[in-house]
């Protein structure tokens, strides 16, 4: 499956959500996730959603504030982000993860199969 995202610019204190769309697969087969990495660090896991989107699954920086989500039927995830701060900047990234278990979701990044090319998110004070 190939994925392309779509971040943006947002002050901080303010919302953005990120879109990842989903082509060349069966994308209802898929678990998904979100993960990031800002200059000098590396790569960290943002959040999870099962194939059924029944299970979801958060890096505690975010839980709260961040929310996963998934439309099968438009073969997107999204990751909508409030209350944004400084440290939230970073290349975001979005994964998918085969699997016949509607519910398994994982924040290992070596679980997941295919990932996008990343997308730049950039939270201005």
């Known amino acids: ?22 082509s060349g697969g069966t994308y209802s087969s898929y678990a998904m996730g979100w993960f990031r990495q ?37 073969n997107t995830v999204y990751l909508q982000m409030n209350e944004l701060k400084a440290e939230d900047a970073a290349v975001y990234y979005c994964a998918a993860k085969g699997t016949v278990n509607s519910g398994f979701v994982t924040y290992l990044s070596k679980h997941y199969d295919s990932w996008g090319q990343g997308t730049q998110v950039t939270v201005s004070s």
């Open 38 to 74: 800002a200059p000098g660090k590396e790569r960290e896991f943002v959040a999870a959603i099962s194939r059924s989107g029944g299970a979801t699954y958060y890096a505690d920086s975010v839980k709260g504030r961040f929310t996963i989500s998934r439309d099968n039927a438009k």
């Open 1 to 22: 499956v190939q994925l392309q995202a779509w971040g943006g610019l947002v002050q901080a204190g303010g919302s953005l959500r990120l879109s990842c769309a989903a």
